[in-house]
Structure formats: C-alpha cells, structure tokens
C-alpha cells in the first residue's frame, strides 16, 4: 500500500498520529429517548440556555457568559474564551467510564494487558487542564498551530480543554508512583465534520519506566531483559525489518542513552504491545467469523508489522500495524521516551518507553462502528449490542434513514471589504474550522459530514468565494424537509453574523 493510501486509513486522534488527522465532530445527543446505561457523572452550571436542534425558526443568540462552572469549579471567561456550551455539555458523559459501552470495553480489553502490579491506571483525571499543561510542559513552541484558538477550545486565556492525554505526563513523571502508568480519558479539539471527526474524543496512553538508582548494579539493560522474559509470548506473524536506531531516520538519544538499553526497552515495548493486539484483534476475529464476514482462516496467525515515525516526545519511535481484512491499519504510535520530559519532571534517573492510541479508533475496527457519531447515541437500540470484554458482537446497523446534501456559498470578507455585515473574518485569518463549528453548534447530530465542495477566486477583484456541501442525516430518524430547511438558513444566518461572510 503506498504512503498515501496508508495515510488516508490513519484516523487516530491522538499526540501519536504523525498525519495530525483528527476526531471531532458535535455536541447533541442522537436520541431523546431515556437511558440508564450511560448517566452523567459531573455538572455544568452555566447562565445562558441554548435553543434545541429542532428548534430553527429562531434567530442564534451569541453565548457569552462571563462565569463557567464546571465540575464545581468557576473559571472567568475573557477574549479566548472559545468553547460552546454544547461541547461543555458533554463533559460529564465520559464513555470511557460507562459500563457496556464500546469505548469502555476498548479501555478495558487494553487496560487487561498491563497489571496493575506494575501500572497505575488514571481514569478519572479533569479535562479542564492548564495552557502550561497542556503545550508548556511537553515543550510545544510558542507559535505551534495547536496552540490555535482555531484548534483548541479554550476556557480563558491560562486555561483550556486537554487537548491529549499527554497533558498530565510531567505530573505522573513527577509524582513517581508507579514504574508504570496508563491514562484514559476524553479529549476536546475543533476540527472537521466527517463519520471519524467529534469535538470529543478519547485517548488512552501508557508508560513503563525503569530507574538507574533502584535497578541491581544500575544495569538498566539487564532489568529490562528480565522484565521483557516476564510477558508472555505470541503466535503473531511479526514484521520488523529495521534496526531499532538508525542516525538519520530514527536517532538515538545519544546524551543519555546507551544502544544496549535502548535495544532491551524496545524490545519490552514491542513485545507488551503486540500483545494488546492480541488481545484486541483475536476477538474481533471471533467476532467476525461468528457473523462470516471474516476474509481469511479463524486459524490464520495475525500479522502486524513496525514502521518507523517520528514524534516529537519519543526517539526512536515506531508505529504499531495490523492487517486487517485485506489493509495494513495503523493502530498506534509509541517510542523511547525523550529524556528531556524526565528530566523537566524531576526524574533524570528514569527511562523507559510511552505508547497512545485512540479508543474510538479502536472501537470502531473491533465493533465494526461505522460513524463515530454513535458513540454517543443514548438509543438502546445501539448500547444493548456491547456486553462485556467477554463477548465481543459486531455492530448490526438499526438505522438506513436517507441524507439529505445542502450547499451552502459565500464570499470571504476582503481585507478593505467588510461584506455580509461582520468585521472578524477575512481571507487571511478565515479558518475551515469556524464554519466546522457553526454548523455543529446548529446541527448537532443531524450532520453527517460537511466538505469543501468548490472554491473559486474573481479574476478582477480577487476575492475568495467557499462553496461547502452539508449532508444533514440522523443516524436514527428521516429528517423532515421543514426541518433540514430550517437547519440550514440558521447556517447560514450564522456565517453571516459570526465570519462576516457574504452569502451568494
């Protein structure tokens, strides 16, 4: 498969995914029907009340309360204050938590694989992080496009939705509990509207660590090499053509790294998360071959290969493939840990390796989820299909309602024409993004995926015109004409009003 073709499978969400492809995509949930399998576990308290996705005929109000309390906390608002009370919404949902639920049973069947013996598991950590957390302590520059508002939600200026799991490294590091560690949790990023994007994603992450202090003789080499003859092995069909260093592609850590301590923590990385391949994809193919749709022998050894990467917080660093009804399928990105995390946590004695992976990604292979948009769903029709790890059932589609495709085109606001009525946006600092956000916060989970459709610039004047196609779908009811008409006139009421954009 060519490079490209890989690329284009990636859809992990996470500090991992060398490609920066995301997860976001809304806010509502897809059902009003009632549920006891997935109840809220936090509060958000806020002043302004929202009008519902049905409710079209209405002009969109601007939300901006000057306090937000979330999980009994109060955070002033300012200037950067980004995040739409729809997202805030679905903080308490935490699906890595929810009994049954796919996500969960991802977390769990992942989780399974490192003991508790040995790694402390953080499930529960607040998502409302730091901007020092979040980008500062992982050494992100001070102009990195993640630190966009375009990108990440921010609470006020000092304060922002974790963006990564990863934002509460430094402080595990720190607090040195454990020689290991994994971290599930749910992340929050502005993005694209598509079956893989939402504003809402989880990731879960690890570490395994090792200290010259405490280890015999201070050997690190030879402790890891006993822990690594510890993991059981496997059956796996293994490719790994290259050398674990190489000086140009992936390098050494040569300041404070030695190649034989690398080669032993390599080697117990690999071998720990082979494993969880194991784990994950022996039951998808159960599952598969339960309902024939399997494309080889129930017998067939799983087959996974290593490919080198690159990530700024790893060296060397790998991606971890599987093949998987007839593709290779990158499932997650790990590496030897750059020194300098340890060092800036106040741990220079320890080294080890880190992994992350994105559950939803997961999920949505081992269950054969289509649209992550289901995730969220609170329709028993979807959560009474997911059990236990035990018995892994591969999703049986409930819903064939059609789509319905609207367009909708519009001038960019020049730098010395302030068309359409708005002055905030023009053609230099018009961010995808934005419209991305719009339409969710109008209609929610009833949009499928939004793309650009046509571009075009005027040969005179220079003016840049957008043209996006919105495919409005409920996963669980036929929309109405009225209903998607009115959708779609408050999208466009609302570039109007909030990009400064003229409508053609």
């Known amino acids: 498969m060519s490079t490209a073709s890989r690329r284009v499978l990636r859809l992990v969400q996470d500090r991992w995914t060398a490609t920066g492809i995301r997860w976001p995509c809304q806010q509502r949930p897809l059902s009003s029907l009632p549920s006891r399998r997935c109840q809220s576990t936090g509060t958000i308290s806020h002043s302004v009340q929202r009008k519902s996705s049905t409710q079209y005929d209405a002009e969109p109000a601007t939300v901006s309360p000057s306090i937000l309390e979330i999980d009994g906390k109060t955070y002033q608002t300012d200037s950067w204050t980004n995040v739409p009370l729809s997202v805030l919404s679905l903080l308490p949902r935490r699906l890595h938590l929810q009994p049954s639920h796919p996500v969960s049973l991802t977390r769990e069947l992942i989780e399974s694989r490192f003991p508790s013996s040995t790694y402390a598991y953080y499930?529960?950590?607040?998502?409302?992080?730091?901007?020092?957390?979040?980008?500062?302590?992982?050494?992100?520059?001070?102009?990195?496009?993640?630190?966009?508002?375009?990108?990440?939600?921010?609470?006020?200026?000092?304060?922002?939705?974790?963006?990564?799991?990863?934002?509460?490294?430094?402080?595990?590091?720190?607090?040195?509990?454990?020689?290991?560690?994994?971290?599930?949790?749910?992340?929050?990023?502005?993005?694209?509207?598509?079956?893989?994007?939402?504003?809402?994603?989880?990731?879960?992450?690890?570490?395994?660590?090792?200290?010259?202090?405490?280890?015999?003789?201070?050997?690190?080499?030879?402790?890891?090499?006993?822990?690594?003859?510890?993991?059981?092995?496997?059956?796996?069909?293994?490719?790994?053509?290259?050398?674990?260093?190489?000086?140009?592609?992936?390098?050494?850590?040569?300041?404070?790294?030695?190649?034989?301590?690398?080669?032993?923590?390599?080697?117990?990385?690999?071998?720990?998360?082979?494993?969880?391949?194991?784990?994950?994809?022996?039951?998808?193919?159960?599952?598969?071959?339960?309902?024939?749709?399997?494309?080889?022998?129930?017998?067939?050894?799983?087959?996974?290969?290593?490919?080198e990467a690159y990530f700024p917080f790893t060296s060397p660093s790998w991606e971890l493939e599987v093949f998987w009804q007839g593709d290779w399928l990158e499932i997650l990105g790990c590496g030897v840990t750059k020194q300098d995390l340890l060092i800036n946590a106040g741990v220079p004695d320890q080294m080890g390796w880190a992994f992350g992976v994105g559950l939803e990604r997961v999920a949505m292979l081992l269950f054969s989820i289509p649209d992550i948009r289901l995730f969220w769903s609170r329709d028993d029709r979807f959560l009474s299909q997911f059990t236990n790890i035990q018995n892994i059932n591969r999703f049986k589609s409930f819903s064939k309602h059609p789509g319905c495709y609207k367009d909708v085109s519009f001038w960019l606001r020049s730098s010395s024409n302030s068309a359409g009525g708005g002055s905030?946006?023009?053609?230099?600092?018009?961010?995808?993004?934005?419209?991305?956000?719009?339409?969710r916060e109008v209609g929610g989970d009833l949009v499928k995926d939004v793309r650009l459709f046509d571009e075009?610039?005027?040969?005179?004047?220079?003016?840049?015109?957008?043209?996006?196609?919105?495919?409005?779908?409920?996963?669980?009811?036929?929309?109405?004409?009225?209903?998607?008409?009115?959708?779609?006139?408050?999208?466009?009421?609302?570039?109007?009003?909030?990009?400064?954009?003229?409508?053609?």
């Not at 994809?281 to 290593?306: G, M, Y």
């Open 123 to 307: 499930n529960n950590l607040s998502p409302v992080v730091t901007v020092a957390q979040n980008f500062d302590s992982l050494g992100f520059p001070a102009d990195h496009p993640g630190r966009n508002r375009s990108d990440t939600y921010y609470i006020n200026k000092d304060t922002v939705l974790r963006t990564h799991t990863s934002a509460h490294e430094a402080e595990i590091f720190r607090q040195n509990a454990s020689e290991g560690y994994t971290i599930s949790a749910d992340v929050y990023r502005r993005d694209a509207i598509d079956r893989s994007h939402y504003p809402v994603f989880h990731q879960m992450e690890g570490a395994r660590m090792w200290d010259r202090r405490k280890v015999p003789g201070g050997d690190v080499a030879k402790a890891v090499c006993d822990d690594l003859a510890k993991i059981p092995k496997h059956n796996l069909q293994v490719e790994d053509p290259n050398p674990t260093v190489h000086h140009e592609r992936n390098p050494l850590q040569a300041d404070h790294h030695s190649i034989e301590d690398v080669e032993a923590i390599a080697a117990h990385l690999k071998r720990s998360l082979e494993g969880v391949v194991v784990e994950l994809f022996s039951k998808a193919k159960q599952a598969a071959a339960a309902v024939n749709t399997l494309d080889s022998s129930p017998e067939e050894p799983l087959k996974v290969r290593w490919v």
């Open 424 to 439: 905030r946006v023009n053609a230099q600092d018009f961010h995808e993004n934005d419209v991305m956000e719009i339409v």
């Open 456 to 504: 075009f610039q005027h040969p005179t004047s220079g003016r840049k015109s957008l043209c996006y196609r919105i495919n409005y779908r409920s996963l669980e009811r036929t929309l109405t004409n009225k209903e998607t008409n009115g959708l779609h006139e408050r999208v466009k009421t609302d570039l109007v009003h909030k990009l400064g954009v003229e409508v053609r």
